[in-house]
């Protein structure tokens, strides 16, 4: 293959894979509306109660999450006004958000050897990691943490579903990786299809219109030291060293949306965090998180 061939067939790749964003579910209303929430600060608790009502779904969800034993109220809770009282708003947002996005996956056809399973319960879990690290570190448009990690891997998804030999091929390629070898799954990507997974994340969400700090926090979430100064807002960190130490280090936790290697043993220390200067701080994050996402996982 020539190298203008090549070029026209890997621009081909990169068209085909955002395309594919045609082929998945349609947002809902509900879902729509919460996305455009997050680029605004004046939704009231009972605008987002009355929102959440009307999906009685979403509701009886939200409503089994505030009624577990991470909040401690053992099925009193019966109203979604009630429950925005215990979480928060903002927490009781990405609850809704979790389970509407949860939901639209689930309809997505996907090759063999993908587990949507794996794949949600990765993403959710790097999105309450990241809520857990924002209320630790000062960062500019901590709010964005949440979301950011819920799809900071969506480009995989669109990978997946319109590129299905392409999506193998990488697969083998980083499992026949030897010791030694450092490209990543990006380089991998990019090797075979000319762009990489964040690139095609961040695509996604300039689709859908969500806020552009999230987006560039997605993009640059394997490599925060690329991003934009300007994103830091005076801060010390990114968002994106948030969604990357999220994503690094629940990974490093066993929950990845590939098969776990059967010797695998966790880390005593999580790099990622250390260098968010939570060295001290990042056992009880880590505990917190842990019990946090048990409750939620048996829901998602």
Not at 45 to 72: C, H, P
Not at 208 to 219: C, D, F, G, Q, S
Request: proline share 4%; glycine share 6%.
């Amino acid at each position: 293959m020539d190298m203008v061939t090549s070029i026209a067939q890997l621009t081909s790749y990169k068209q085909k894979a955002l395309s594919s964003l045609s082929a998945l579910p349609p947002l809902s209303p509900i879902l729509n509306r919460l996305l455009a929430s997050l680029a605004k600060d004046d939704m009231s608790f009972a605008q987002l109660a009355a929102l959440i009502e009307k999906d009685t779904v979403l509701a009886g969800n939200v409503l089994k999450t505030v009624n577990s034993a991470l909040y401690g109220c053992s099925g009193t809770i019966s109203s979604v006004n009630h429950a925005i009282a215990i979480m928060g708003l903002t927490k009781l947002r990405n609850t809704a958000l979790s389970f509407s996005v949860n939901r639209m996956w689930k309809n997505i056809r996907t090759p063999r050897g993908w587990s949507m399973s794996r794949f949600n319960l990765h993403s959710v879990a790097t999105a309450m990691m990241a809520d857990k690290i924002v209320e630790r570190v000062a960062v500019e448009y901590a709010e964005g943490a949440f979301i950011g990690g819920l799809f900071h891997d969506i480009g995989k998804l669109l990978i997946a579903i319109a590129l299905v030999d392409q999506y193998e091929n990488i697969t083998r390629l980083m499992e026949a990786l030897p010791p030694g070898d450092v490209r990543t799954a990006e380089d991998c990507e990019t090797e075979f299809l000319g762009v990489n997974h964040c690139e095609l994340s961040a695509a996604a969400l300039e689709n859908w219109k969500l806020p552009n700090p999230i987006r560039l926090a997605v993009l640059h979430h394997h490599q925060p030291n690329f991003a934009p100064k300007e994103l830091a807002g005076g801060c010390r960190f990114h968002l994106a060293d948030i969604i990357h130490a999220a994503d690094e280090t629940v990974k490093e936790l066993g929950i990845t949306s590939g098969l776990p290697r059967k010797d695998y043993v966790v880390p005593s220390v999580h790099v990622a965090l250390v260098d968010l200067g939570l060295a001290d701080r990042a056992p009880k994050l880590v505990a917190d998180f842990l019990t946090e996402f048990e409750a939620i996982r048996k829901l998602v």
